[in-house]
């Protein structure tokens, strides 16, 4: 009776008589209300184990044999289902293998197969997709995504903006467009949609530092200085953005701020030649002449052929 009542108060929470969401099937739910089964079967076994049900003690061999056999079909079972899930390619190919009108399978194929850079494979499972749900935002913003990055601008863009139409508050279209504006140099258009998808979602940091390099590219920083304020207070180990807000406050003539940024930079990534470059001129604009030697001299070991010019022209 407890294995039962288990069962059945777990998986009413969860059992979907009418379908939400995307999933075809979502045995997931299950797992949990499963073990109430496994109760009452293991209860059975071990009833049977120490004679306790009479009935059964004549044909103790015979139940032995059964359960055998059920344990040899599923350890084949499960084996033969782990080729199937030993990539994602393969396990969406057999689910829409039983679910050929699925929308959302089509998608998440795409998916696998944009993982692995195959663009074309994946535009053309979103446009099944989307043959099969034209409103399916996220299919369009997928294929724009898979477009732009085979350079069909154009092709990328009208998805993105499709994607917007059918979800007006999909911020990820919004930053999606916003990249391709700001690709093609269109600042001012990337700073809104950026802004666009912030408002939607407050904490989109990618958002934020998109934005702050686009403001940067205008001009506008100030502007960019506050967004990678807020990059960092998301995310304190950002060395890019150390150095990208070291650069601003460089441009602003903040030598002694750029140089703090460079120093977390290099702390974070001390390979990154360009961080030493970076503060090489800042202490060169504070009379630090064998502080930038130093550090020209680190960024040239590092590789870098602009800071060995930059010695030879200083420090010799």
Do not use: H
């Not at 797992?31 to 004679?51: A, E, Q, R, S």
């Not at 470059?277 to 064998?290: E, G, H, Q």
Request: glycine residues 6%; aromatic residues 14%; contains cysteine.
């Amino acid at each position: 009776l407890t294995g039962i009542l288990f069962f059945i108060i777990t998986i009413s929470l969860v059992i979907q008589i009418f379908p939400v969401g995307n999933a075809m099937i979502a045995e997931r739910y299950t797992y949990v209300p499963y073990i109430g089964l496994f109760f009452i079967f293991g209860n059975f076994i071990n009833n049977i184990i120490n004679d306790k049900i009479k009935s059964l003690i004549r044909y103790k061999i015979i139940l032995y044999l059964i359960f055998g056999a059920f344990g040899v079909y599923y350890c084949v079972y499960s084996y033969n289902r782990v080729k199937i899930w030993n990539n994602s390619i393969s396990l969406w190919e057999d689910a829409l293998r039983k679910y050929p009108e699925s929308s959302y399978g089509f998608y998440s194929l795409g998916n696998a197969k944009m993982a692995l850079s195959d663009y074309n494979g994946a535009i053309q499972d979103f446009g099944i997709a989307l043959k099969l749900n034209p409103d399916f935002a996220w299919a369009y913003n997928n294929r724009g995504y898979a477009m732009s990055k085979i350079n069909k601008i154009q092709e990328a863009m009208q998805n993105y903006e499709t994607a917007i139409r059918k979800k007006p508050d999909f911020e990820k279209a919004y930053f999606n467009r916003g990249t391709i504006w700001s690709d093609l140099k269109n600042y001012e258009n990337a700073i809104n949609d950026y802004s666009r998808a912030i408002e939607l979602k407050p904490a989109y940091l990618e958002a934020y530092l998109n934005r702050g390099m686009a403001r940067c590219k205008t001009g506008d920083f100030n502007g960019a200085l506050e967004d990678f304020n807020i990059v960092l207070q998301m995310d304190s180990c950002n060395a890019s953005v150390y150095e990208n807000r070291g650069n601003i406050k460089g441009f602003l003539k903040d030598f002694q701020g750029s140089i703090s940024d460079f120093n977390e930079a290099i702390r974070l990534t001390p390979d990154d030649a360009s961080s030493y470059l970076n503060r090489a001129i800042s202490k060169i604009n504070i009379k630090d002449t064998a502080g930038a030697c130093e550090d020209l001299t680190i960024a040239e070991n590092l590789g870098n052929i602009q800071a060995k010019e930059m010695f030879n022209s200083l420090c010799k």
